[in-house]
C-alpha cells in the first residue's frame, strides 16, 4: 500500500441523519474507485462499513466504520480516508467523536425528507468546532425526490451559504447524470452500472436553469474579493481556473457550504463526488494547528501543526474488542511520521505504548502499512493501556490533545445476570462494551444495592445487552431501576432513647436524650455533641451517634435513607459497668426510631433537570405529556424548527420516558436528563410507595425465611 502525504490525504466524516444513505454511498465509492469487487448494500449485509453482527440484523449503522479510495489521476492520486458514522438519534455521538479528527464533513441528506432533527445536530456539532462542510443529497432516484425541495428544506436550515455546485438530470425513477455548475458539463449514467460517468453538453431544457445557477455560484464566491468582484463586473463570470481556488477557499473557511446530487445504490454521481472531494475539500496538510492541553510546569498550551517535520503526537478517536485481535485503538497521525514498530509514550495515562503492526483500515480488513504520515488515519492492536480520547507521542515532547465532551446517558435500566454462570462473564463483557461504547455506564446503586446500565435510550441498551449475549455469552435481565427516593423530617423532636437488658452477668445499659431538627436539602446530616458534666462519657458520644446513622440508613417510613436531619446529643446516663459501645448504639437506634415517630417523616424524591428537543409540530404534544407527568416547565426555545423544552420532572416519571417520546415524535425527538436536586413526594403518592416498600421487604423476609 502506497504512504500518503498529508498533501495528498483528505480525511472526510459522512454524518446525517439515518437512513439517508451514508452507508451505500461509502459502498459506491469504493466500488467506483475499484477498491471493492461489488457495490455493497445495507438491506443484505454486504456493505463493507456495516459488518458488526448487530449492524447487518438492524440494517442500521451502530458504530463508526472507516474505509478509504485512491482517486485522482494516475500520477497524482489522493486518499481519501472516509469515517462513516450512525444517523440514529440513540447513537449520534459517535459522530460527534470522530469529528476532531477529519478536515471536512460531508452531510449527507435524504432526496425525499431533506433536512432531519439527526442533520441539524450534527450541524450543530460542527458549528461548535468551525469544520469546513459539504452537502450530498442522496437517493435522488427514490419515489418523490425532488431537488428543489431538498435545496429549499436546506437553505430554510442552514441559510444563504448552501449553494448548489451541481444539478440533477431527471429525477426518482429516471435519474440519469448531473450537471457540473462550475466547468459547466453534464454527466451522464447506467442506473446500477460501474459510475463511470459519460462527459457531453448540457441538454438543452436545463440549458437555462444552469446558467442562472452558475450565475449565482459565481456572485456567491466572489462576494468579498475584491479582485474576483472587478473581474466578475468586467466579463460576466469569473474563469474556471480563478473559480476553482476560489472555492476551495470559501469552503474551508466555512464561507460556502456547496450541495451536490447523488444515487449511492444507483451509483450515479459518485466519480464526480470524488473529483469534487479531490478538488475542492481541504487536505489534512491545511488543517489548522492543534492547542492541546497545558504542558505541566507550562502556562500556555502546547500546539501542533499537521507537518511531518513536527514530533510524532497521535490522537486515539475509536477503540474496538475483536475476539482475536483484542483491543483495537484506531488514531490519527496529528504530527510527524508514525513507523512500525514504534514506542510511543501515552501522556495520558504515562505509559509506554509500542505500536507494533500498524495498519489502515477498510472497512473489517486491516491492510498493513510500513508508516503513516502526518494527517493520515490508522489502527493498532494490543496497546495495553491506551483507551479513546489518549494521545501518544515523542517521549521529549508532551501533548495531550483534547478529549470530546459528551452528555450524560439519558436513561438507566436495572441488569441482572440470568444465572450464576452469567454473573461471572457480565462484569468483564461490560467493561469491554464500556472501552468501545464512551455512552455506555455500569455501576452498583450504592442504595438499592442493584447493578445498573445507563446509555442513550432503550434501542441503545437493547443492542448492548444483544452484544453480551453474542460476544461473550452472558445472558441479563433488564429491568426498571428502582428510584433512590431519601426521607426526611419536617418537624422536630425531643425525645429519650434508652436500651436496658439483664442477663446472666454483666447486662447492658444505654442512655441517651436527643433533639432532631430539620436541615435545609442538600445537608444530609449532622451530629452536635452538646453533652455537659460527663453524663455519658466521651468514649461512648461516637456508639450514639453510630447507633443513629445505621438507624438513618435503614430508614423510617419505607426503608429509604433519612437526610437532611440534625440531632443534639444534650444528656444521658450509663452504667459503670454495664454500660459499653454496643449498649449505646442500640440506646442511639432507640432514640432515632422515637424522634422520627414526632418529627413529622415525609419521603423524598429525584427531580431530575430534563431537555427535550422536537420537530416544531410535536411541541403542544410534548407539553402536555410533561405536564402529565408532574414536570414542570422552565423554558423553551426555538432553534431552526425544533422546539427546545427545558422542564424538571420527578425521575419516577421518566423511567420509560425514552420510548415514550419516541412513539410521540414518530423518532424525531431527543432527550437528555440529569439529576438536580431532592423534592417532597405528594402525599397521595407516598402512602402508594410506602405500601410497596413493605409489601417488598415483607417479601424478601418470607425467602429469607
Not at 473581474?231 to 481556488?245: D, R
Not at 479513546?388 to 515532547?397: E, I, R
Amino acid at each position: 500500500m502506497k504512504v500518503y502525504e498529508a498533501a495528498n490525504l483528505r480525511n472526510l466524516a459522512l454524518i446525517g441523519h439515518g437512513h439517508a444513505g451514508k452507508t451505500t454511498l461509502v459502498s459506491a465509492m469504493l466500488y467506483t474507485a475499484g477498491a471493492a469487487p461489488r457495490l455493497g448494500r445495507v438491506d443484505d449485509g454486504s456493505a463493507p462499513t456495516d459488518y458488526d453482527e448487530e449492524e447487518i440484523a438492524r440494517q442500521m449503522s451502530i458504530s463508526t466504520g472507516l474505509a478509504f479510495v485512491e482517486w485522482g489521476k494516475t500520477d497524482s492520486k489522493v486518499k481519501i480516508n472516509l469515517l462513516d458514522t450512525p444517523g440514529f438519534n440513540m447513537f449520534v455521538h459517535e459522530a460527534k467523536m470522530v469529528l476532531p479528527v477529519v478536515d471536512a464533513a460531508l452531510v449527507v441528506v435524504d432526496g425525499v425528507a431533506g433536512v432531519e432533527v439527526v442533520t441539524q445536530r450534527v450541524w450543530g456539532y460542527c458549528d461548535e468546532i468551525k469544520l469546513p462542510r459539504m452537502i450530498v443529497v442522496n437517493r435522488m432516484d427514490r419515489e418523490r425526490a425532488d431537488a428543489n425541495r431538498a435545496l429549499e428544506s436546506l437553505t430554510s436550515a442552514f441559510g444563504r451559504a448552501v449553494t448548489p455546485l451541481q444539478l440533477p438530470i431527471g429525477s426518482e425513477k429516471s435519474l440519469s447524470g448531473v450537471i457540473d455548475l462550475v466547468r459547466m458539463k453534464a454527466y451522464t449514467y447506467e442506473m446500477g452500472g460501474n459510475g463511470k460517468g459519460k462527459e457531453g453538453p448540457i441538454p438543452a431544457d436545463m440549458a437555462g436553469v444552469a446558467k442562472e445557477a452558475h450565475e449565482r455560484l459565481v456572485e456567491l464566491v466572489a462576494e468579498g474579493k475584491d479582485e474576483l468582484m472587478e473581474e466578475f463586473f468586467e466579463t460576466g463570470t469569473i474563469p474556471e481556473e480563478h473559480l476553482v481556488p476560489a472555492l476551495h477557499e470559501a469552503i474551508r473557511e466555512d464561507k460556502l457550504f456547496p450541495v451536490l446530487f447523488t444515487s449511492g445504490l444507483g451509483n450515479i454521481g459518485v466519480d464526480e463526488l470524488m473529483d469534487f472531494i479531490v478538488d475542492y475539500t481541504p487536505a489534512a496538510s491545511e488543517h489548522h494547528a492543534i492547542a492541546g492541553q497545558p504542558s505541566e510546569g507550562g502556562s500556555e498550551p502546547a500546539t501542533r501543526k499537521g507537518t511531518d517535520s513536527e514530533p510524532v503526537s497521535v490522537y486515539v478517536f475509536k477503540t474496538m474488542s475483536d475476539a482475536f485481535a483484542g483491543r483495537i485503538s484506531y488514531f490519527k497521525v496529528f504530527s510527524g511520521v508514525l513507523k512500525n514498530d514504534a514506542a510511543l509514550q501515552n501522556y495520558n495515562r504515562n505509559t509506554l505504548e509500542k505500536f507494533a503492526h500498524i495498519s489502515l483500515i477498510q472497512g473489517k480488513q486491516a491492510v498493513p502499512i510500513s508508516e503513516l504520515h502526518a494527517g493520515d488515519i490508522g489502527s493498532v492492536a494490543k496497546l495495553r493501556e491506551t483507551l479513546t480520547g489518549d494521545t501518544l507521542g515523542d517521549k521529549a515532547s508532551p501533548i495531550r490533545y483534547p478529549v470530546v465532551q459528551l452528555p450524560e446517558p439519558a436513561i438507566t435500566f436495572a441488569i441482572e445476570p440470568k444465572s450464576r454462570a452469567d454473573e461471572d462473564k457480565l462484569g468483564v463483557g461490560l467493561h469491554k462494551l464500556m472501552e468501545e461504547d464512551a455512552m455506555l455506564r455500569f455501576f452498583r446503586d450504592p442504595q438499592t444495592k442493584e447493578f445498573l446500565i445507563a446509555g442513550t435510550g432503550q434501542q441503545h441498551i437493547e443492542v448492548v445487552v444483544s452484544k453480551m449475549k453474542k460476544r461473550y455469552h452472558a445472558e441479563v435481565v433488564l429491568k426498571a431501576p428502582k428510584v433512590p427516593y431519601r426521607e426526611t423530617i419536617r418537624g422536630k423532636a425531643d425525645v429519650q432513647g434508652r436500651h436496658k437488658k439483664q442477663t446472666g452477668g454483666h447486662g447492658q445499659y444505654g442512655d441517651c436524650k436527643i433533639k432532631m431538627e430539620p436541615l435545609p436539602r442538600g445537608a444530609e446530616f449532622e451530629f452536635v455533641n452538646d453533652i455537659f458534666g460527663g453524663s455519658i462519657p466521651r468514649n461512648f458520644i461516637p456508639a450514639v451517634e453510630k447507633g443513629i446513622k445505621d438507624a438513618a440508613a435503614r430508614g423510617f417510613l419505607a426503608g429509604y435513607p433519612v437526610v437532611n436531619f440534625r440531632v443534639i446529643l444534650y444528656d444521658g446516663s450509663y452504667h459503670d459497668v454495664d454500660s459499653n459501645d454496643l449498649s449505646f448504639q442500640m440506646a442511639g437506634r432507640i432514640a432515632f426510631r422515637k424522634a422520627m415517630e414526632v418529627a413529622k417523616p415525609t419521603l423524598l424524591e429525584p427531580i431530575m433537570t430534563v431537555e427535550i428537543t422536537v420537530p416544531d409540530e410535536f411541541a403542544g404534544t410534548i407539553m402536555g405529556d410533561l405536564n402529565s407527568r408532574r414536570g414542570r416547565i422552565q423554558g423553551m426555545d426555538n432553534k431552526a424548527g425544533n422546539t427546545i423544552v427545558k422542564a424538571e420532572v420527578p425521575m419516577a416519571e421518566m423511567l420509560t420516558y425514552g420510548a415514550d417520546l419516541t412513539s410521540m415524535t414518530q423518532g424525531r425527538g431527543s432527550f437528555s436528563m440529569e439529576m438536580h436536586h431532592y423534592d417532597t413526594v405528594p402525599q397521595q403518592l407516598q402512602d402508594k410507595i410506602i405500601e410497596k416498600a413493605k409489601a417488598e421487604r415483607g417479601e424478601v423476609k418470607e425467602e429469607e425465611e
